[in-house]
């Protein structure tokens, strides 16, 4: 067991800003897009255009998204088989360095009641809560051998 500061095991990037639109090829990912829980729920209504600039923005497979603005701050790993999505720019995007942390993991441990807890503290005291990107990157947490993390994640 090891504790580790979130950037010493992914790379954390901002979601994309774009103006999505009802036509548009790929889906533009929303928080509203997911359930309390930070599954996907499939209903995507905006979606932007496959262009060069936009194509950069595809989410990876193992992705983890962090909804770092408003009142519900949770996370969920992207899976290629969503198909091709951008995240928009009320998520963080945290590409986690896999020999060390499972996606899946990252997303338990962020979505514990106690991570949960610290970000709504954290994000306290404006009229829309949010999250710095270095408030994530400092962010700690319990680095399990991976055989540990396939336990806790099944």
Same mark, same amino acid.
């Given at each position: 067991?090891?504790?580790?500061?979130?950037?010493?095991?992914?790379?954390?990037? +901002?979601?994309?800003? @774009?103006? /999505?639109?009802? &036509?548009?090829?790929? $889906?533009?990912?929303?928080?509203?897009? =997911?359930?309390?829980?930070?599954?996907?729920?499939?209903?995507?209504?905006?979606?932007?255009?496959?262009?060069?600039?936009?194509?950069?923005?595809?989410?990876?497979?193992?992705?983890?998204?962090?909804?770092?603005?408003? +009142?519900?701050?949770? @996370?969920? /790993?992207?899976? &290629?088989?969503?198909? $091709?999505?951008?995240?928009?720019?009320? =998520?963080?995007?945290?590409?986690?360095?896999?020999?060390?942390?499972?996606?899946?993991?990252?997303?338990?441990?962020?979505?514990?009641?106690?991570?949960?807890?610290?970000?709504?503290?954290?994000?306290?005291?404006?009229?829309?809560?949010?999250?710095?990107?270095?408030?994530?990157?400092?962010?700690?947490?319990?680095?399990?051998?991976?055989?540990?993390?396939?336990?806790?994640?099944?």
């Amino acid at each position: 067991m090891t504790k580790v500061r979130i950037q010493d095991i992914s790379i954390i990037q +901002f979601g994309h800003y @774009a103006q /999505a639109s009802l &036509k548009g090829t790929i $889906p533009y990912l929303q928080a509203r897009n =997911f359930n309390e829980f930070g599954n996907y729920i499939g209903f995507t209504d905006t979606f932007l255009e496959s262009n060069a600039k936009n194509n950069e923005n595809l989410l990876e497979d193992g992705d983890v998204l962090f909804v770092s603005k408003g +009142f519900r701050f949770f @996370a969920s /790993a992207y899976k &290629k088989e969503m198909g $091709p999505a951008i995240a928009s720019s009320i =998520f963080f995007i945290l590409k986690p360095q896999k020999e060390k942390i499972i996606p899946e993991y990252l997303v338990a441990v962020l979505n514990s009641p106690k991570s949960i807890l610290h970000f709504q503290q954290t994000g306290a005291g404006s009229s829309i809560p949010s999250i710095r990107k270095n408030e994530l990157a400092d962010f700690t947490i319990t680095l399990l051998p991976i055989e540990k993390q396939l336990q806790i994640v099944k």
